[in-house]
Antibody, heavy 123, light 110 residues
Framework: QVQLQESGPGLVKPSQTLSLTCTVS??????????WSWIRQYPGKHLEWIGY???????YYNPSLKSRLTISIDRSKNQFSLSLSAVTAADTAVYYC???????????????WGQGTLVTVSS | QSALTQPASVSGSPGQSITIFCTGT?????????VSWYQQHPGKAPKLIIY???NRPSGVSNRFSGSKSGNTASLTISGLQAEDEADFFC??????????FGGGTKLTVL
């Protein structure tokens, strides 16, 4: 059973960089034909796809966040990270890391989610 | 990329069936059979209930079913139960190899 766990600060000041890490257990980010994702959910419930990487390393970002976004991979620790710069109050959300099985044999959709972590942007 | 369009809310009585529609474009919903649906109860992470338009993950009730026609996908819940009350989101893979979500639909079981 794949499990994902987000970690990082719950409070970030405006104009600073939001940094979160996702630790994966029960599965490897190095295999399986999956995409490893960041998704956020605003207080009003709307879900926004942030970006993901394919297990082979190809990176895909939401065009609206691309200029501020970096997703990095630590294969030795089976972790991946999110860095979002120049944050504002509009970036306040619950941030999820997740596995996306789109196109995978016998699976599909975002099939495993972390529990989510609330990040508030405030001075 | 703009969000997929879903109704803000739907409601139904126990035992009835309801359908939630999700409208996109030829660049997302209409491009591939990679539409998925998620159920989210308060305070919980979304849960995958339908993938690839009409496939259910193991353990998901067969009361949930999906379909697609052109740029519009739909989720039908039959035999409504009180526990079905939740938010539902559609999502699609896109031609740009990104993912897009709908705005979410609140289901109320009367």
């Amino acid at each position: 059973q794949v499990q994902l766990q987000e970690s990082g600060p719950g409070l970030v000041k405006p104009s600073q960089t939001l940094s979160l890490t996702c630790t994966v257990s029960g599965g490897s980010i190095n295999s399986g034909g999956h995409y490893w994702s960041w998704i956020r959910q605003y207080p009003g419930k709307h879900l926004e796809w942030i970006g993901y990487f394919y297990y082979r390393g190809n990176l895909y970002y939401n065009p609206s966040l691309k200029s501020r976004l970096t997703i990095s991979i630590d294969r030795s620790k089976n972790q991946f990270s999110l860095s979002l710069s120049a944050v504002t109050a509009a970036d306040t959300a619950v941030y999820y890391c997740a596995r996306d099985a789109v196109g995978a044999r016998g699976a599909g959709g975002v099939d495993y989610w972390g529990q989510g972590t609330l990040v508030t942007v405030s001075s | 990329q703009s969000a997929l369009t879903q109704p803000a809310s739907v409601s139904g009585s126990p035992g009835q069936s309801i359908t939630i529609f999700c409208t996109g474009t030829s660049s997302d919903v209409g491009a591939y059979n990679y539409v998925s649906w998620y159920q989210q109860h308060p305070g919980k992470a979304p849960k995958l209930i339908i993938y690839d338009v009409n496939n259910r993950p193991s353990g998901v009730s067969n009361r949930f079913s999906g379909s697609k026609s052109g740029n519009t996908a739909s989720l039908t819940i039959s035999g409504l139960q009180a526990e079905d009350e939740a938010d539902f989101f559609c999502s699609s893979f896109t031609r740009a190899y990104t993912r897009i979500f709908g705005g979410g639909t609140k289901l109320t079981v009367l």
